[in-house]
Every structure is written in structure tokens, then in C-alpha cells.
């Protein structure tokens, strides 16, 4: 069961609490696009094939990196970026599993063709 609505957003294929607004975020309208993003990628990086530790601490690196951005355009850009970065995680993950699943059902087959050559 989905839920919908203004406090539900779906984010790739799960459903996460929409950032609220606080007094803060009015100044920086982009700061809760990009704490968003943040919460995305950390919720990828725990089936990083690295590990989950590994993927959090370059994760955080990156970020503190260019906690220093002021321009909006600039912030946007990173933005843009980091949701690049989503995307390719994501195929990553996938063609994982399609390998794992690939080779549970073709081993045998895969075999067979191997003593025969």
C-alpha cells in the first residue's frame, strides 16, 4: 500500500516523508533539496558494493566539500548531479541482481558449454 499525498513523496520505488519547511530552509530554498538528496544517497549507499561505512564517509567527504556553496545556480548544478548519481546507483544495483539472477538460472548451462569447448 502506497501512501499519497502532500507528506509522501515516492522516491526511487519507496516512500519517503517529504522534507518539511522551517524557518531556515525560507532563507535557502534549495537546503531542503539538498538535504533530501543527502538522505537519498545514504539510503542507496547501504547495498554498496564497498559497503555501507565506506559509501557514508565518501558520501559526507563530498558533501563537506562544498558545504562552502553559496551561489544557487552552482548549488543546483551539485544538485543535478548528486540526482546523476542516484540514477547510476541504481542501474548499478540492478545489473547486479540481473548478474546474480542470470547466473542462478544459465550455470548450468554455462557449464555444459564450458566442457564441451
Known amino acids: 500500500m502506497c501512501a499519497e499525498g502532500p507528506w509522501f513523496a515516492p522516491v526511487s520505488g519507496r516512500v519517503v516523508k517529504a522534507a518539511t519547511v522551517s524557518g531556515s530552509d525560507m ?15 545514504l539510503f542507496l549507499g547501504r547495498e554498496y558494493p564497498k559497503g555501507a561505512d565506506y559509501f557514508r564517509e565518501r558520501l559526507k567527504r563530498a558533501f563537506m566539500k562544498n558545504k562552502d556553496v553559496t551561489d544557487p545556480k552552482e548549488i543546483k548544478k551539485l544538485v543535478d548531479r548528486g540526482e546523476f548519481v542516484i ?4 542501474a548499478l544495483y540492478y545489473l547486479r541482481k540481473y548478474r546474480a539472477m542470470k547466473k542462478r538460472y544459465y550455470e548450468e548451462e554455462l557449464s555444459a558449454v564450458l566442457n564441451i569447448g
Do not use: C, D, F, G
Open 27 to 41: 532563507a535557502n530554498p534549495l537546503r531542503s533539496e539538498v538535504r533530501q538528496l543527502y538522505k537519498n544517497l
Open 87 to 90: 540514477k547510476e546507483l541504481e
